[in-house]
């Protein structure tokens, strides 16, 4: 019996065990995974009807003449498109990105005032998936030409750019169902842009919030990424697990 009793227990032991290393993998899977291949992906704005969960939302804090201040600035949505030549990829990078207000409009919001304009110049957002689950997924800034960054303009100024960095912060999950085929991705970002990676070009004009940045953070709600085939441009389903 006693025997029996060791049989079993070295069973149920191995079994926990598979169990774990099962969790594991899935866990450790997190890919962008598509319908089709090859497969564009799209950045749109959260649909919901009077939804704020879209807003992109940029925090700088640091000094304005000495003093202590902050800014934040506001765009209503992001628009970009990546492509992955396969169903399944574990980084999708995010081109031609504009950030917009509610209108469609270039335009964003510094406080009340919509007089900010968002250049990329040669950048792209890189997202990595892996992470995701844990919205601690990681995200680069890539710039293709030398001396290049995000350049933020206030009333015609240059006020920030933001140059190439690495971070974490983002988070996926997928809504809709694979029996009703209409599957996307819905990303979040809390992102702690290193403070480094903000220069102040501005400095010293009154156009600009602040003269030099301590630090930096990148919130959104909900940023739905769509798919489709490419080329032709027909619905396709993402998802990401």
């Known amino acids: ?78 628009t970009g498109e990546a492509t992955s030549s396969t169903k399944t990829t574990s980084e999708l990078t995010f081109t031609n990105l504009v950030y917009k207000n509610s209108a469609g409009e270039v335009k964003c919001k510094v406080g009340a005032a919509e007089s900010v304009v968002v250049n990329f110049t040669s950048c792209d957002y890189n997202f990595k998936s892996t992470g995701g689950s844990t919205a601690s997924a990681q995200v680069g800034l890539l710039c293709t030409t030398a001396g290049d ?64 940045v301590s630090s930096a953070v990148y919130t959104t709600g909900n940023t739905l990424v769509k798919a489709e085939t490419d080329p032709g441009g027909v619905a396709a389903e993402a998802w990401f697990e």
Do not use: W
């Open 1 to 78: 019996m006693i025997r029996n009793l060791k049989v079993l227990i070295a069973a149920a032991m191995a079994l926990m065990a598979f169990g774990a290393l099962s969790a594991t993998a899935h866990a450790a899977e997190e890919k962008f995974h598509c319908s089709v291949e090859p497969c564009r992906a799209t950045l749109a704005p959260d649909e919901a009807v009077g939804t704020t969960t879209a807003h992109h939302v940029f925090v700088l804090k640091g000094k304005k003449n000495g003093v202590e201040a902050s800014a934040s600035f506001t765009c209503n949505q992001l």
């Open 149 to 212: 960054g995000i350049d933020i303009n206030i009333a015609g100024v240059l006020c920030y750019k933001v140059t190439p960095f690495t971070a974490t912060g983002l988070g996926y999950k997928t809504v809709g169902t694979e029996a009703l085929k209409n599957r996307l991705v819905t990303a979040t970002a809390n992102v702690t842009v290193p403070a480094a990676s903000v220069d102040a070009p501005g400095k010293g004009n009154a156009n600009c919030p602040l003269d030099e």
